[in-house]
């Protein structure tokens, strides 16, 4: 796609000098995102204001020219590649924090803040926001609402949906707009926030977000139990989620995983069947007996050993398998699958022992590990050569029809993107997946917002 001039000319006055770019070094940039896939932009901007998000949406749709928001690129589902051309904005600007009140429990900041900068920025005041990815170091706020993506700590505190109050955003009309409340409570109308956050930018943009905090707690407690096999793991899960003590993060890693993490990490990593990394959190005369319901819920049929970390140095020495587990996938395959599905906590045990099974039958190395407590696994195909590639696309699609067989969902916090939306009429019936078009048609009649992204 060639942008039309008068198009050209809107976005110079609009953009500062640097704030706009139609240079093929930058826009490769802004090409590509974590899942490797890439498509080149023909623009690309640096937003400072909601204004200018306005100005360029409206301008965009009278040109019919596709806009895609970015935050850091950090989603392994293509869903920030601008697989049509258009327009790129980048959020990496927009990066203030405008209000940390805590006698309200909020936050207001932009899109571009990084969550580890607001986590940072939170700790004076006794809070944080519980959304946190593995990438929180480095992903943005944007980012995190637009995936709805989480990490460990949603087992108990919730994934951007409960964590969020309000949004100020603009749709694809290029008309801005606030949803939400600045309360804990609401009820009133439809909750434009909760249908905005994991839209993946196909019904608007956000400039600002008001953000739910929570009380950091004062104590953590880190324990470790490993099994004798993957089942034996996987029931110890659903009791774990069956008793009263809701742990902060329940974190499954299998044989496969642990033999790889082990190969690189060292001899810190335990060689088993299965392992849990459990943590629990409150106060610190809680901590005990939270410790010991958790503990006496993971003993049973098959455990090997428990542990509970006393000092800093032990808890650290504990996460050391589930640390070393992505830079050891890297050394096996450069073309890793990652998927992050979701089943009901009670079949985790179902569909641990229905992926080796497929492994085993198209021959496929996979390595699953994950946020166990909520029964998202992350399930990771690592093909290393072109024949393996091909048989791990079509044990994939087993894995999406063996994991909706067992009332789960294609992504718990990855989100769909580009790569996992020809699956959606598997985990959505057609007069859902039509209703959810109806829904994009009202915020972006004219499709210009990440188009080819999500729906099917």
Known sequence: MTLPPALLDLLRATFAADGF?????ERLAYAYDNSRRNALPDAVVFPT??????TLVRACREYRVPVVARGRGTNTTGATVPVAGGVVVSFERMNRILRIDPDNRLAVVEPGVLNGDLQQALKPHGFFWPPDPTSSPWCSIG??????????????????????????????????????????????????TRLLIGSEGTLALI???????????????????TYSDVGAAARAVARI????????????????????????????VPLAGAMLMIEVDGEPETLPSAVEAVSRAARG??????????????TQALWSARKALSPAQRTISPNKINEDVVVPVSHLPELVDG?????????????SFGHAGNGNLHVNLLPRDDAERERAHTCLAEVFALVIRLEGTL??????GLIKREFMPLALEPATLGLMRNVKAAFDPDGILNPGKLLP
């Open 207 to 225: 400039t600002e977000a008001t953000l739910k905090l929570t009380p950091k707690p004062s104590g953590l407690r880190t324990l470790r139990a």
């Open 301 to 314: 049929d098959g455990l090997e050993d428990l542990k509970v970390a006393q000092t800093a140095e032990e």
């Open 241 to 268: 989620m069956a008793q009263p003590v809701t742990p902060c993060a329940l974190e499954f890693i299998d044989d496969v995983a642990l033999k790889l993490a082990r190969d690189y990490g060292g001899d810190s």
């Open 49 to 54: 204001e909601h204004e200018q998000v306005e």
């Open 355 to 367: 992926i080796k099974q497929l492994a085993a039958k198209h021959n496929v190395l996979i390595v």
């Open 21 to 25: 770019s139609v240079e093929e070094g």
């Open 411 to 416: 992504s718990g916090e990855h989100g769909i």
């Open 143 to 192: 980012g995190n609402l637009a995936c709805n993506s989480a990490g460990p700590r949603t087992v108990k505190y919730g994934s951007p949906r409960e964590n969020t109050l309000g949004l100020r955003a603009v749709a694809g009309t290029g008309e801005g707009f606030r949803c939400g409340t600045y309360t804990s409570k609401g009820s009133t109308g439809y909750d434009l």
